[in-house]
């Protein structure tokens, strides 16, 4: 008769296998891709008006630089240490990100997009003992493809795959592969390991479960899983479960459809003006359309808000959030955009003689469905006859030609937004722009 020991090592030795791979300090390492001087210089990527930082390489980080901090409070430390600094470069990232993901399907046909830079692989087809040959194969692909450096780890779930990622990443003489299908470095790293490195352990409950003793890994795992239901909720039960090697957590082939979407930016400058706050959230509802018709979906509400800055504390501060109703669900960015200017018209107020200098304003909508099987309005029904040849050919500008070649007047010119997002060290669109691409001298 087997004991649960036994058990355990029989699913741990055998069965389904899952890699977890994602691209190390992946902004940065797109950076460095098309900019070979900053191999081995610390270099970091700030978030959004280039306000704090959101990517350090492994350089940056021992200089003491941690992640959030905002650029104003190490713009010094940066100069004086030779720290290369980037604004965000997204749509750069993104076209890495699709370019690495094609790679990755080369070596396994079910692949899951989990984010921007990691990915699930199922490697349950490939013997136990070709994984780590194939994870590193799949490694120096990757590198010699892209130009991105990635760790892999390699687990029966996903959790532990997430684990061994980790692992990778922090032994150096695992030279960037760890897998937990091996029922010995299993056995080994599980009780090394600090149960705050679980996926899914936050702050809370990691508290809970230092009051209750557990301190590694596998502490974690050989707690009986009913009373840390309690505690944990049924997210702790499947960790546990997931830890001793029991799947919870399938692969996801197809993105979940989208239930909700948002559009928010933080302004470059205060708005104080009606006109620059309706121009805003029209090119945030035109955003907005053109997310929503990616995936053939309809809303019939959007929520439209603005307010000021806690950080202006001699200025008036005041927030403001309205919902607006459409006749029916749609995507057409015309209709939404009157719908966002009317949210504004209904909430404005003019100021007084210290006026308001909103920071940040976005749409927000939930509860999408499929635009196809969307109910037509008796009264006021939208004219999708019109609407939905004259959308497609906007994306279609804008796709052959970069995002803002067409939009509607209301929305303003790109160039003449004044409140527009500031990326002032942003580098070019690589490998989306033709005007942008790299250039070679030889």
Same mark, same amino acid.
């Given at each position: 008769?087997?004991?649960?020991?036994?058990?355990?090592?029989?699913?741990?030795?055998?069965g389904?296998?899952?890699?977890?791979?994602?691209?190390?300090s992946f902004?940065?390492?797109?950076?460095?891709?098309?900019?070979?001087?900053?191999?081995?210089?610390?270099?970091?990527?700030?978030?959004?008006?280039?306000?704090?930082?959101?990517?350090?390489?492994?350089?940056?980080?021992?200089?003491?630089?941690?992640?959030?901090?905002?650029?104003?409070?190490?713009?010094?430390?940066?100069?004086?240490?030779?720290?290369?600094?980037?604004?965000?470069?997204?749509?750069?990232?993104?076209d890495?990100?699709?370019?690495?993901?094609?790679?990755?399907?080369?070596?396994?046909?079910?692949?899951?997009?989990?984010?921007?830079?990691?990915?699930?692989?199922?490697l349950?087809?490939?013997?136990?003992?070709?994984?780590?040959?194939?994870?590193?194969?799949?490694?120096?692909?990757v590198?010699?493809?892209?130009?991105?450096?990635?760790?892999?780890?390699?687990?029966?779930?996903?959790?532990? !795959?997430? /684990? *061994?990622?980790?692992? +990778?990443?922090? =032994?150096p003489?695992?030279?960037?592969?760890? @897998? &937990?299908?091996?029922?010995?470095?299993?056995?080994?790293?599980?009780?090394?390991?600090d149960?705050?490195?679980?996926?899914?352990?936050?702050? !809370?409950? /990691? *508290?809970?479960l230092? +009051?209750?003793? =557990?301190?590694?890994?596998?502490?974690?795992? @050989? &707690?009986?899983?009913?009373?840390?239901?309690?505690?944990?909720t049924?997210?702790?039960?499947?960790?546990?479960?997931?830890?001793?090697?029991? !799947?919870? /957590?399938?692969?996801?082939?197809v993105?979940?459809?989208?239930?909700?979407?948002?559009?928010?930016?933080?302004?470059?400058?205060?708005?104080?003006?009606?006109?620059?706050?309706?121009?805003?959230?029209?090119?945030?509802?035109?955003?907005l359309?053109?997310? /929503?018709?990616?995936?053939g979906?309809?809303?019939?509400?959007?929520?439209i808000?603005?307010?000021?800055?806690?950080?202006?504390?001699?200025?008036?501060?005041?927030?403001?959030?309205?919902?607006?109703?459409?006749?029916?669900?749609?995507?057409?960015?015309?209709?939404?955009?009157?719908?966002a200017?009317?949210?504004?018209?209904?909430?404005?107020?003019e100021?007084?003689?210290?006026p308001?200098?909103?920071?940040?304003?976005?749409?927000?909508?939930?509860?999408?469905?499929?635009?196809?099987?969307?109910?037509?309005?008796?009264?006021?029904?939208l004219?999708?006859?019109?609407?939905g040849?004259?959308?497609?050919?906007?994306?279609?500008?804008?796709?052959?030609?970069?995002?803002?070649?067409?939009?509607?007047?209301?929305?303003?010119?790109?160039?003449?937004?004044?409140?527009?997002?500031k990326?002032?060290?942003r580098?070019?669109?690589y490998?989306?722009?033709?005007?942008?691409?790299?250039?070679?001298?030889?």
């Open positions: 008769m087997s004991t649960p020991e036994a058990r355990r090592r029989d699913r741990i030795g055998g389904r296998a899952v890699a977890l791979i994602d691209g190390n902004y940065c390492s797109c950076e460095r891709v098309f900019d070979p001087k900053l191999a081995a210089v610390p270099v970091i990527v700030l978030s959004n008006n280039d306000g704090c930082a959101i990517a350090r390489t492994s350089e940056a980080k021992a200089l003491g630089i941690r992640m959030g901090d905002p650029f104003f409070k190490i713009r010094d430390l940066c100069r004086a240490q030779g720290v290369r600094v980037f604004s965000s470069n997204y749509t750069l990232y993104g890495m990100s699709g370019r690495t993901n094609a790679v990755y399907r080369q070596f396994s046909p079910q692949v899951e997009i989990y984010s921007i830079d990691e990915s699930f692989l199922n349950t087809d490939v013997a136990p003992a070709l994984r780590v040959e194939l994870a590193r194969d799949l490694r120096a692909t590198r010699a493809w892209t130009g991105i450096p990635t760790c892999v780890g390699i687990g029966p779930t996903k959790t532990l !795959a997430k /684990l *061994a990622n980790h692992i +990778a990443k922090t =032994v003489a695992l030279g960037g592969v760890c @897998d &937990l299908t091996d029922p010995a470095a299993y056995a080994h790293w599980l009780c090394r390991i149960v705050a490195e679980v996926w899914g352990i936050g702050r !809370a409950s /990691l *508290a809970k230092q +009051a209750m003793g =557990v301190e590694s890994v596998a502490d974690l795992r @050989d &707690l009986d899983p009913r009373p840390v239901r309690k505690g944990l049924v997210v702790g039960e499947r960790i546990i479960y997931e830890l001793r090697g029991a !799947a919870c /957590l399938p692969l996801e082939m993105p979940a459809r989208r239930k909700g979407c948002a559009v928010t930016r933080s302004f470059s400058s205060r708005i104080t003006e009606r006109a620059a706050l309706e121009e805003a959230v029209a090119a945030h509802a035109t955003r359309g053109e997310k /929503l018709r990616r995936e979906l309809g809303t019939n509400h959007v929520t808000f603005y307010h000021t800055s806690e950080h202006d504390r001699d200025a008036p501060m005041r927030s403001v959030s309205t919902t607006m109703r459409l006749p029916e669900h749609s995507s057409d960015t015309l209709a939404l955009i009157k719908a200017r009317h949210g504004v018209a209904k909430t404005w107020r100021p007084g003689e210290r308001w200098r909103y920071s940040k304003a976005g749409i927000v909508t939930n509860d999408l469905v499929p635009l196809s099987h969307s109910p037509r309005a008796l009264i006021g029904a004219d999708r006859e019109r609407s040849p004259l959308m497609a050919a906007m994306d279609a500008c804008n796709a052959r030609w970069g995002r803002g070649a067409v939009v509607p007047a209301r929305a303003g010119l790109v160039s003449r937004r004044d409140w527009n997002t990326f002032e060290m580098t070019p669109r490998t989306t722009q033709v005007g942008e691409l790299p250039v070679a001298y030889v």
